[in-house]
């Protein structure tokens, strides 16, 4: 039996089949939080001392940690960024055009 196999839009969350917008937002909110794990790793900070960097309580690190999309906007991490030094740069570009 063949398995099938269809090209990615650039975008897992619309290949789940978010519409475009919500896809969108996804996306950026996830790269946001990977950017953050990422910080915490590299600065080998614990959950207590990354919520004091970012200004919120461990709490909110713990569900970022474990992925839990649903529970930030994007402002608030780039609030959370922004109060650990990090300058967060906005990147817009044409959205190649799909046949």
């Known amino acids: 039996m063949a398995t099938k196999v269809e090209r990615s839009s650039g975008n897992v969350f619309r290949d789940l089949g978010f519409d475009a917008q919500e896809a969108e937002n996804l996306r950026l909110r996830s790269e946001l939080m990977i950017q953050i794990r990422k910080l915490i790793e590299r600065r080998g900070l614990t959950q207590a ?23 930030f906007s994007i402002d608030t991490l ?8 990090v300058q967060v740069r906005l990147v817009l ?4 055009q799909v046949a």
């Open 49 to 71: 001392a990354a919520a004091k960097l970012f200004g919120v309580r461990q709490p909110r690190v713990s569900d970022l940690v474990r992925g839990r999309i649903d529970l």
């Open 93 to 96: 570009r044409r959205r190649r």
């Open 78 to 85: 780039v609030r959370m960024l922004a109060q650990a030094g």
